[in-house]
C-alpha cells in the first residue's frame, strides 16, 4: 500500500483536492531545476484547506485568488503547473521554496528550456507589479538571454519594492526595474 502511495503521490494529492495543480517547489523539483529532493507535496487550490498527511507525505494546499489559478496541465495522471508558471508561483511566495537563493538557481537553471513568451505572459497576467519587477532584475541580474523582456517594463512597480521581501537592509537602486537590490545574486554554473 505506501509502496502504491509513493508511486502515485502526485495523483492522489491532486485527485483528492479539486481544484488543484502541483507547484512551488515540489513542481521545481519534478521539472529538474532544483537538486533538492523534496519530501513535501506543494498544491495551489483556490479552496483554503491547509495541510494534510497521505501515506509518508506531507501535502500542503496553498491558495491562490482565482485569476491566479492557470498555467497548469494535466500529464501522466495528475495536474501540475507548466514550468513557466511554476516559476511565477515560485516568485510570488520565494519562501515555500527554499528562499530567493534558491528560486534563483532554479530560474538560472531553467531558463533555456523555457518559452521565454510564456514566461512573460504568465508573469504579466498574474498582475503583481512587485513581481514583475523583481523577475526583470533577476533575469538582467543573471545575465540571461532574453529577446522579450522589454514587454515587462510598463508593467513593472511605480514605487522600489526589495528585492527580497523577507530581508533585513537596503541596497543598490536598480532603477530600470525600480528594486531595491537587498540580496546579493550570484550567478551559478548551470550543470
Not at 503521490?9 to 481544484?19: G, H, W
Amino acid at each position: 500500500m505506501t509502496e502504491n502511495i509513493t508511486e502515485n503521490i502526485f495523483q492522489i494529492s491532486t485527485d483528492l483536492v479539486k481544484p488543484s495543480y502541483i507547484s512551488f517547489w515540489t513542481a521545481l523539483s519534478h521539472y529538474g531545476f532544483t537538486e533538492q529532493q523534496v519530501r513535501n507535496i506543494q498544491l495551489v487550490s483556490t479552496k483554503q484547506i491547509g495541510k494534510m498527511t497521505i501515506g509518508d507525505f506531507r501535502v500542503e494546499v496553498i491558495t491562490l485568488k482565482p485569476s491566479h489559478y492557470f498555467g497548469y496541465v494535466r500529464a501522466d495522471g495528475f495536474v501540475i503547473a507548466e514550468p513557466e508558471k511554476a516559476l511565477i508561483d515560485a516568485l510570488s511566495r520565494p519562501d515555500l521554496c527554499g528562499g530567493l537563493d534558491e528560486f534563483t538557481k532554479c530560474l538560472e537553471q531553467a531558463w533555456t528550456g523555457l518559452e521565454e513568451s510564456k514566461l512573460l505572459h504568465y508573469a504579466i497576467r498574474f498582475d503583481n507589479r512587485s513581481l514583475i519587477s523583481r523577475l526583470g532584475h533577476l533575469i538582467e541580474a543573471l545575465g540571461l538571454e532574453t529577446r522579450e523582456i522589454g514587454r515587462l517594463l510598463g508593467k513593472r512597480s511605480r514605487s522600489y519594492v526589495p528585492l527580497d521581501s523577507k530581508a533585513k537592509g537596503s541596497g543598490e537602486y536598480d532603477k530600470v526595474w525600480r528594486v531595491i537590490v537587498n540580496h546579493k545574486i550570484e550567478r551559478q554554473r548551470i550543470r
